[in-house]
């Protein structure tokens, strides 16, 4: 089960997730806040809205998976293999 | 020794080597916990191939080459992916882009190009990469798209 932990910080001070993940609070305007973030390469970061809307249409691809026919669709156009 | 699995799914029973697995270590968006998955190709919906997991053969997604779609798509993979994947060269890399395939209006079907699928062929690991910043979206349309395509095709000419 997954709990949320909330802690209270200061602009310029950091949150240490693990040995390799650091979140500074970088700057606080208004209503937003800049965060920067420390992390190893192979760990991704993102806005979660972004990775929520790829979830939602991962999703949604798998739902709909009739075998359909590519050329009733594109009329039999066909490209080059680039790769 | 090649291992082969058979698994059960809506195209009927098919036969894995297991040389073909595809191992997606995050897993997917959306399936995180589902990390073993391989493409099947079937004549009737060529080009469009599936992405269907081992574990849970319900579990497809429709994919293509993203090219076929869009002739001037770019790839940015990151160091991170690079390293993950353990990627030495851009001739082991694979890609495919999933399909939104509205049932009920086919021809309106979407591909998500912000998102591709990178796939190391050496060693079949593989990520579905998010090109978080870059001008593509989640979902453009197939079939404008391939108008797009052609246009760019016909001034090479």
């Known amino acids: 089960m997954i709990s949320l932990l909330v802690l209270s910080r200061k602009k310029e001070e950091s ?15 208004g209503r937003s806040v800049k965060i920067g973030i420390i992390a190893p390469k192979g760990i991704r970061v993102l806005r979660k809205e972004l990775y929520d ?10 739902k709909n998976t009739v075998l359909i026919s ?14 | 020794m090649v291992k082969i699995q058979k698994i059960v799914t809506k195209f009927g029973e098919l036969e894995i080597d297991e040389e073909n697995l595809i191992h997606f270590e995050e897993g997917i968006p ?7 998955f391989v493409i099947v190709e079937r004549k009737e919906s060529e080009p469009i191939k599936w992405l269907v997991c081992i574990d849970e053969p319900n579990i497809v997604l429709p994919v293509i080459d993203p090219w076929l779609i869009r002739v001037d798509y770019d790839v940015k993979i990151d160091e991170g992916t690079i390293e993950m994947l353990e990627i030495e060269s851009e001739k ?3 890609i495919v882009c999933v399909l939104v395939i509205p ?5 309106n079907m979407t591909i998500n190009l912000l998102a591709p699928i990178v796939i190391n062929v050496k060693n079949n690991q593989a990520r579905q990469l998010i090109m978080e910043g870059s001008e593509y979206k989640i979902r453009h349309k197939v079939n404008e798209e391939i108008k797009r395509s052609q246009k760019i095709l016909l001034k090479k000419v």
């Not at chain 1, 809307?53 to 798998?62: H, L, Q």
């Not at chain 2, 049932?103 to 021809?107: G, I, M, S």
């Open chain 2, 103 to 107: 049932p009920d209006n086919p021809k």
């Open chain 1, 15 to 29: 949150i240490m997730i693990g040995e390799n993940i650091e979140i500074k609070i970088v700057k606080i305007e």
């Open chain 2, 30 to 36: 959306g399936f995180e916990k589902h990390k073993n």
């Open chain 1, 53 to 62: 809307e790829i979830k939602k249409e991962n999703i949604e691809a798998a």
């Open chain 1, 70 to 83: 590519f050329k009733d669709i594109t009329g039999g156009v066909k490209f080059e293999n680039k790769s």
């Open chain 2, 92 to 94: 082991d890399v694979l």
